[in-house]
């Protein structure tokens, strides 16, 4: 008892110096000093306050350490599902999903539907449904038509869940200190430096305050993904598989119509050129080739037969030599 008494009148000395020590400094000091000691003043006045209440008795010393290290009542589990089931009517099927999400007081969130070259639908939606819940409407989803996967997952937040509230706590008590020297500061400069500190520490709260709901609604709510994809219709299978005549010619008119497809092709492809081509000769015939210089004309070659020349003169006969030209 005395060991008690002597520790509880030494947290009072100490308040009080340390009370004493912040009002010289808040005369000699600049205010930077200043906010520093009323700051610690209520810490050591605090602590002598518990000393003496821990000297009190010993049952209220166990209720203190309780209080300083809350634990968790509760399990926090972030519950997700992943469903993928075939069904024969995609609308009918995203009804069925949509009552019982609403039924369990959930609600639909993200939702978008496709449909493929076949004209089959498939649809994705995001259920959220309260955990009390998860398990009823994912059987109810998986009775919709046939399973094809299932993926289910679940992660323990709980020591994130009590990190975070036990940080906002210390941040509120840390605002309202700065509030109250707030209150107390006198001098401009003070003023300024509290509230810049201020502001830094109320952003730091909201971003608690934000990561707390974000964990509240994802452990409070369960997350289930499904699609849903039509069946297939399987078409009649002929028992005569030989071709025939309707075969034949659905055949040739699919090949006619094929070639005329590509025919459009080809001439859609060569078109751009042949316009291009036909355009440079039209301006070659009306704009170039006319200011050419002409070369002159050649006479056309005569066809008529030339006449014979004149015959040769008679030559008088050589001497010696009779009119027959015989010696």
């Given at each position: 008892?005395?060991?008690?008494r002597?520790?509880?009148?030494?947290?009072?000395?100490?308040?009080?110096?340390?009370?004493?020590?912040?009002?010289?400094?808040?005369?000699?000091?600049?205010?930077?000093?200043t906010?520093?000691?009323?700051?610690?003043?209520?810490a050591?006045?605090?602590?002598?306050?518990?000393?003496?209440?821990?000297?009190?008795?010993?049952?209220?010393?166990e209720?203190a350490?309780?209080?300083?290290?809350?634990?968790?009542?509760a399990?926090?589990?972030?519950?997700?599902?992943?469903?993928?089931?075939?069904?024969?009517?995609?609308?009918?099927?995203?009804g069925?999903?949509r009552?019982?999400?609403?039924?369990?007081?959930?609600?639909?969130?993200?939702?978008?539907?496709?449909?493929?070259?076949?004209g089959?639908?498939?649809?994705r939606?995001?259920?959220?449904?309260?955990?009390?819940?998860?398990?009823?409407?994912?059987?109810e989803?998986?009775?919709?038509?046939?399973?094809?996967q299932?993926?289910?997952?679940?992660?323990?937040?709980?020591?994130?869940?009590?990190?975070?509230?036990?940080?906002?706590?210390?941040?509120?008590?840390s605002?309202a200190?700065?509030r109250?020297?707030?209150?107390?500061?006198?001098?401009?400069?003070?003023?300024?430096?509290?509230?810049?500190?201020?502001?830094?520490?109320?952003?730091?709260?909201?971003?608690?305050?934000?990561?707390?709901a974000?964990?509240?609604?994802?452990?409070?709510?369960a997350?289930?993904?499904?699609?849903?994809?039509e069946?297939?219709?399987?078409?009649?299978?002929?028992?005569?598989?030989?071709?025939?005549?309707?075969?034949?010619l659905?055949?040739?008119?699919?090949?006619f119509?094929?070639?005329?497809?590509?025919?459009?092709?080809v001439?859609?492809?060569?078109?751009?050129?042949?316009?291009?081509?036909?355009?440079?000769?039209?301006l070659?015939?009306?704009?170039?080739?006319?200011?050419l210089?002409?070369?002159p004309?050649?006479?056309?070659?005569?066809?008529?037969?030339?006449?014979?020349?004149?015959?040769?003169?008679?030559?008088?006969?050589?001497?010696g030599?009779?009119?027959?030209?015989?010696?």
């Open positions: 008892m005395r060991i008690r002597s520790r509880a009148l030494a947290g009072v000395l100490l308040a009080a110096a340390v009370a004493v020590s912040g009002c010289s400094g808040s005369a000699d000091d600049s205010g930077g000093s906010a520093d000691l009323a700051a610690d003043a209520p050591a006045g605090q602590a002598a306050q518990e000393d003496a209440k821990q000297g009190a008795g010993g049952g209220s010393a209720g350490k309780a209080t300083a290290a809350p634990k968790a009542t399990n926090h589990i972030i519950r997700t599902a992943s469903l993928t089931v075939r069904v024969k009517d995609v609308p009918q099927a995203l069925e999903a009552t019982a999400t609403e039924t369990a007081g959930g609600y639909i969130g993200d939702e978008s539907t496709a449909r493929d070259a076949t089959h639908e498939r649809t939606v995001v259920l959220r449904v309260p955990v009390e819940k998860y398990d009823e409407v994912l059987t989803l998986e009775g919709t038509g046939k399973l094809l299932r993926d289910a997952k679940a992660r323990d937040v709980t020591d994130q869940v009590v990190d975070v509230e036990s940080r906002i706590t210390s941040q509120r008590a605002v200190r700065i109250e020297l707030m209150d107390r500061a006198t001098r401009l400069s003070d003023v300024v430096t509290l509230e810049g500190e201020l502001s830094t520490r109320q952003a730091d709260l909201e971003s608690l305050l934000a990561q707390q974000s964990l509240k609604d994802r452990t409070g709510l997350t289930i993904t499904l699609t849903l994809s069946t297939p219709v399987k078409k009649a299978v002929k028992d005569d598989d030989d071709p025939g005549f309707t075969d034949a659905a055949g040739g008119w699919d090949a119509v094929t070639m005329l497809r590509w025919l459009a092709v001439i859609g492809a060569v078109l751009p050129f042949a316009a291009v081509a036909a355009l440079l000769v039209l070659w015939l009306k704009a170039v080739r006319p200011r210089p002409r070369r004309e050649r006479a056309p070659a005569t066809t008529a037969t030339t006449a014979p020349g004149p015959l040769p003169a008679h030559r008088p006969a050589a001497e030599t009779d009119g027959d030209g015989k010696g």
